[in-house]
């Protein structure tokens, strides 16, 4: 296989498995402690009002729907944790998915957290770091959280890929 190919390839393998750690994450957190999870529609609304020259909306949840919007908003949210991983694996290397360390895919996990909080939230209406939220810093917190367990989902991903793909 190509070394573009490969890259390709792993991408997609430890960024869908990380971002799936990060929604198993979302679900215990729902249904152990009540803590609501991010509705994917509205990431889907938001995407789908781009190509209609609509980048900020004042709250997203008012703006009208577009078709689709779950479908959408769960495709971008995988896609983006693939983006992800093919940017972790760029920066480490494509060697480090055969023998992954903790540290590099934690700190692309944390650092992650700023998309949301300095791009999409603002552009949804929630302010810059969810400051237009009731709780803005809780919404901060829980960002950090989800976001750390992406970083954990890259590790353990990459570890389970490190298995069935050796360089």
């Known amino acids: ?8 390839l792993s991408s997609i393998i430890i960024g869908t498995g990380a971002t799936m750690v990060m ?3 979302s679900l215990f957190q729902k249904y152990a402690f009540g803590v609501p999870s991010l509705n994917y529609a509205m990431v889907g609304r938001w ?3 781009l190509p209609r020259g609509k ?6 949840a008012e703006t009208p729907p577009v078709r689709a919007e779950l479908l959408v908003g769960w ?8 983006i992800f991983a093919g940017a972790l694996l760029s920066v480490v290397g494509l060697n480090w998915a055969s023998a992954p360390t903790l540290i590099p895919p934690l700190a692309i ?4 957290v700023i998309a949301p909080l300095f791009i999409m939230q603002p552009c949804m209406g929630a302010g810059v770091a969810a400051s237009k939220t009731p709780n803005p810093n809780i919404s901060r917190l829980r960002s ?3 976001h ?3 970083g954990i989902g890259l590790y353990l991903s990459a570890a389970f890929w490190a298995t069935f793909n050796p360089l």
Do not use: C, E, K
């Open 1 to 8: 296989m190509s070394l573009d190919m490969n890259l390709a």
């Open 23 to 25: 929604d198993l994450w």
């Open 47 to 49: 995407v789908g009002h």
């Open 55 to 60: 980048l900020t909306h004042n709250n997203i």
């Open 75 to 82: 495709g971008v949210h995988y896609l983006i944790g693939i």
């Open 109 to 112: 996990g944390i650092l992650s």
């Open 144 to 146: 950090l959280i989800a």
């Open 148 to 150: 750390t367990s992406f």
